[in-house]
């Protein structure tokens, strides 16, 4: 018979989603994780497995929680509209919390060691995913007529996410919220279409 686990696994789940989201993946210890999960080591194991799946369930978590606000926006009548929140909603997930700054999708590994490799991997995806949604509104919002005939959907949903991803690095390096606002307003500007 399998031992009682003695923890709340979605809160330790929650905690490790915190610290590898304030310190990034390699930044993250088992000892910063066993610490913010209040439990030991072989539990963590137990429950998680190794450090890179429980850095994988904790981005899924994070999807789940925050990131929401793409669906939403992909759901609106125009590309501007789609464009406009997807902006201003990033800018609200990057400054939420002072200790958390930043994205986890962006942040959780930009550059890291050959053991990080999987991550780096798996996050390049995640983005991606991102990506292409957008990608295949703009494409729609073309096709409706309400993008002009000589837009570019792929490069307009690239634009989108390179200004989005820029937000989370700016908002992990201090910029205040004021002023990832007016770089979402700066970036709307170039968005063609109507506004809704």
Known sequence: M???REFDVDKALDAALCVFWRKGYE???????TDAAGVERPALY????NKEALFRQALARYNERFLSYIPEALA?????????YALRRAVELNTMFDDQRGCLGVNGVL?????A?????????FRAQGEAQLRERFERALAEGD???SSKPAALAAFLMAVM?????QAKAGFSREMLEAVAEQALAAIPGKAG
């Open 165 to 169: 991803h820029g937000i989370a690095v």
């Open 147 to 149: 993008l002009p005939a």
């Open 111 to 115: 550059a890291g060691s050959d053991s």
């Open 117 to 125: 490799e999987p991550v780096r991997q798996a996050l390049i995806e």
């Open 27 to 33: 930044g993250t210890s088992y000892v910063d994780l």
């Open 46 to 49: 137990a429950a998680f497995g």
């Open 76 to 84: 609106l009548p125009t590309a501007r509209e789609v464009a406009a």
């Open 2 to 4: 399998g031992r009682h």
